[in-house]
Every structure is written in C-alpha cells, then in structure tokens.
C-alpha cells in the first residue's frame, strides 16, 4: 500500500469510503477481510492527500461517542472515538456522500465531545 504511486482521488468532506484501516490493536475499530479495510466519512482535509477520517460501523450502538446516519437504505453508525488521520492510498473506493444534515450531526457530536 505504502509503495502505490497514484495521484489523491476527488474527495469531499462528508464523502464516505472504503478505507484500509488496519488490524486492530486492544480496543481500536477493526477491517475487514485480508485489506483491513472498512467505510470511513472524510471529517476534514488535513493537507494534500492526508485527511480527518471518522470509522463507521453497521452495528447500531448508543452513547455520546456513537452518530446514526443512513447511507443507501442501511442504518450506520459514525464511531467518533475511533477518528483518525490517513493517508489517501488507504481509501479504496467512494460508497456516496453523506447529507448536509447527517453530516451536521456527526459535526456537532464531535464537536461536543472534543472541545
């Protein structure tokens, strides 16, 4: 992954991708299948191809760390204790794009959790 040479995607804060997130370690949000990988919203662009990601999981789960989003018909889950910051050879492919109002949200629970 570290050595792909490709230019950084299009991406849009409130995007939703398929990222390499890596193997877990203790309590960290796991990937899936042999790439690691899963849906990530775009929280921020950090610098050119380095941005803010918030995991996303489809297992509904309640708490101030926890945002419920639909995208496509599926209930998800923005899990704000698991945000980081990666590179864009991580992202694989663009699911959609959060709504302004989803997005809003996610925003705001951040926010209130990380002031």
Request: aromatic share 8%.
């Given at each position: 992954m570290n050595n792909q040479e490709h230019r950084p995607p299009l991406i849009s804060r409130g995007d939703i991708w398929w990222a390499s997130v890596g193997e877990n370690v203790?309590?960290?949000?796991?990937?899936?299948?042999?790439?690691?990988?899963?849906?990530?919203?775009?929280?921020?662009?950090?610098?050119?191809?380095f941005y803010f990601v918030v995991p996303t999981t489809t297992k509904i789960k309640a708490g101030t760390w926890y945002v419920k989003f639909r995208?496509?018909?599926k209930e998800m889950v923005a899990c704000l204790h698991q945000a980081r910051a990666i590179d864009y050879r991580r992202l694989s492919s663009k699911l959609g794009t959060l709504d302004d109002e989803d997005f809003l949200r996610i925003k705001n629970g951040f926010n209130s959790l990380y002031k």
């Open positions: 203790g309590s960290e949000i796991n990937g899936k299948n042999k790439l690691f990988s899963r849906p990530i919203i775009i929280f921020k662009k950090l610098a050119h191809g995208q496509q018909e």
